[in-house]
């Protein structure tokens, strides 16, 4: 039986794991007031638990064994004190342990339970009784596990405590621990609705060290709360002591390198806590981690390193719906009325007689005959040799041939072409577009993808995804089929566009937009046309543009491997002319136009070159005919929104 859960409940399975541990380490009330609640906030920012312990020191002269009725009144103390003050939950857990060294305890624990995360209180005036008295341990050069240190001042729990941390500092440099500080600082944003501010020295930075940064920054786009950047040129301690006692927290990584041979923190970070009057958290990555890190091309780093993780990760769970949320039509008719907005839906066809009658009979039978969602259904021909024209106009729907839309702009070939064109010739506010050749057609194909767009206005473009069968014969392979999606278009993607590798089906010829950001992007004329527009909203938008719905399965029609190569190539084509024009750099002299098919015969083999070219249209915005028929002037030029 084929699994027809959505991503949301497939979701739900990885949280009920709880496989990301929090260990926090306590002696005392002040330290559980500050600790308990952050090591809550973070083990749920990931779907983890929480795991307390405390360490029941023993004489080194001692059997461990001796200490067991301590333990077990500290274990009970323990468990009656958590329970008093609501610290405890069912995902928290007690571990009492007897130990000669308090660190062999913590290093045993982290050990033993596969803790991703530790969580300690730097002693200060305000946690003078810390479970850690210092924080000399050698393991703390090199962690087995993540670290997280916080240092709070007298103010801290009688102004609020974690929910009034309004203003946070995050300083950094895309070193390896950044990451981890931007976690931390972005889960407290959220919890306490507070804003980000970055903070950057720019004087002795290096070239790659510069590199990184940008692209932590270019990350940070998409992150609620994240108000604006800041560059230093002077000294990095008085910096961050200057805009750090003017913010009430600091998140800052730990250094990447130590210089002094003094302590786990380096010379900056110790300068730093001796002058700072806010309160400090700072972050450090597992050593194995830091290591990779640092042993990364720039490129790796980039989808490797935390800030991008946490972009991806916090998008994919709040901007991935079902189709199901979106199955109450007279909703959504009540709010497409709600906003005042029209719809259209586009169908790009190429001699698609066998399902093309039976697409526009069900979706206009449900989402036009039985309640106005759409306002129009429009099909686009790029130059049928079959009935697919004939069949749409006797369903009574409108039919363009792409060649005969704005021909004083000339004709392309390609799907790309076809929606491009679309554009001059469909009236909607919010423009749909399925393929032609969808053999279960459902109306969910359509609604599916129009749903996040009238419940969110912040989202501006939709990308269906579903499995994919393959068939073989008589044989079918359920989740087999997208191979150019997994073969080529989401690898090129996690590698060099991270930001996007949240997307299940980025070639996913179901989608949907608002007129007033696909108007202002470029359209690839061919196969590269989804890879391009999902590129350039990035670019343009921010990730928080972008949704993605699960629309179950999508049954159609497999293309042998030839064509599929030929789709990659013309990605291909499209990956290198984004990337040189986002790192502003040439990749190719000149790109390859020719892609050389191998071909047999009986007894031989030979080569077919077939001429595949992206061409590029320009924003049809830029069109005084479009601008007339849309009643759009010269302002809209400069664009009708911003970037997130």
Excluded at 369 to 385: A, F, H, K, R, T
Aim: hydrophobic letters at 40%; glycine letters at 8%; aromatic letters at 6%.
């Amino acid at each position: 039986m084929a699994d027809r859960r959505g991503v949301g409940d497939r979701a739900g399975e990885v949280r009920s794991t709880g496989q990301y541990r929090v260990l926090v380490v306590l002696t005392s009330l002040a330290e559980a007031q500050v600790l308990i609640p952050l090591a809550n906030l973070l083990a749920r920012d990931r779907y983890g638990r929480v795991m307390i312990l405390q360490v029941v020191k023993t004489p080194d002269e001692r059997p461990l064994s001796r200490t067991a009725p301590r333990v077990s009144r500290h274990r009970e103390a323990l468990e009656a004190f958590l329970s008093a003050n609501q610290y405890g939950s069912p995902r928290t857990r007690t571990i009492v342990r007897p130990a000669q060294r308090v660190w062999d305890a913590i290093w045993e624990t982290v050990a033993q339970e596969r803790v991703q995360l530790l969580l300690l209180a730097w002693p200060s005036s305000a946690t003078p009784d810390t479970a850690v008295d210092n924080l000399d341990d050698p393991h703390l050069d090199a962690p087995p596990c993540d670290v997280v240190v916080v240092r709070i001042n007298d103010s801290f729990m009688a102004q609020g405590g974690w929910p009034a941390m309004r203003r946070i500092l995050l300083p950094v440099r895309g070193g390896p621990h950044s990451g981890m500080a931007l976690r931390v600082a972005h889960a407290l944003a959220r919890a306490s609705d507070a804003t980000v501010t970055l903070l950057h020295e720019m004087g002795s930075a290096q070239r790659e060290e510069q590199s990184a940064f940008e692209s932590f920054a270019h990350a940070m786009r998409s992150l609620k709360g994240f108000v604006r950047v800041l560059s230093t040129r002077g000294s990095v301690v008085d910096a961050i002591v200057e805009h750090g006692n003017r913010h009430q927290l600091v998140v800052m990584g730990a250094a990447a390198r130590r210089t002094d041979g003094v302590g786990w923190a380096g010379a900056v970070l110790r300068a730093v806590t001796e002058r700072l009057t806010s309160n400090l958290v700072v972050a450090k990555v597992a050593a194995e981690r830091a290591w990779r890190a640092s042993t990364l091309t720039l490129d790796e780093r980039v989808v490797h390193d935390h800030p991008i993780a946490v972009v991806v990760d916090r998008w994919f769970a709040e901007n991935t719906f079902r189709s199901d949320e979106f199955s109450d039509l007279q909703r959504l008719v009540a709010l497409k009325e709600r906003e005042g907005v029209r719809i259209s839906l586009g169908l790009p066809a190429l001699n698609e007689e066998v399902m093309v009658g039976n697409i526009i009979t069900v979706v206009k039978e449900a989402l036009m005959d039985e309640v106005p969602l759409l306002d129009e259904i429009v099909l686009i021909d790029s130059g049928s040799q079959d009935r697919t024209c004939e069949i749409a106009t006797q369903l009574g729907i409108p039919v363009y041939v792409a060649c005969d839309i704005l021909p004083q702009y000339g004709a392309y070939r390609g799907k790309g072409e076809a929606l491009w064109k679309s554009l001059y010739v469909l009236n909607g506010d919010i423009i749909a577009w399925i393929d032609t050749d969808i053999r279960n057609i459902h109306p969910r194909f359509v609604y599916g993808i129009l749903g996040p767009l009238l419940r969110d206005p912040r989202i501006q473009y939709v990308k269906g995804f579903y499995r994919r069968p393959l068939q073989q014969g008589d044989r079918i392979e359920a989740g087999a089929g997208g191979r150019v999606t997994e073969l080529t278009a989401r690898p090129l993607l996690n590698l060099f566009f991270p930001e996007l590798s949240g997307l299940i089906q980025p070639l996913a010829g179901e989608y949907a937009g608002r007129r007033q950001i696909l108007e202002q992007l470029p359209f690839f004329t061919g196969y590269g046309v989804e890879f391009g527009l999902l590129v350039d909203i990035l670019e343009r938008f921010g990730l928080s543009a972008i949704a993605q719905v699960d629309l179950l399965e999508r049954v159609h029609r497999n293309q042998p491997l030839p064509s599929l190569s030929k789709m990659s190539f013309a990605i291909l084509q499209v990956a290198m002319r984004r990337l040189e024009q986002r790192h502003k750099i040439r990749i190719l002299e000149e790109i390859n136009e020719s892609l050389n098919q191998i071909r047999y015969r009986p007894g031989h083999f030979y080569l077919e070159p077939i001429e595949i070219l992206e061409y590029e249209r320009p924003p049809i915005i830029t069109l005084p005919e479009y601008r007339a028929r849309h009643r759009r002037d010269e302002k809209s030029l400069g664009g009708e929104i911003g970037e997130s």
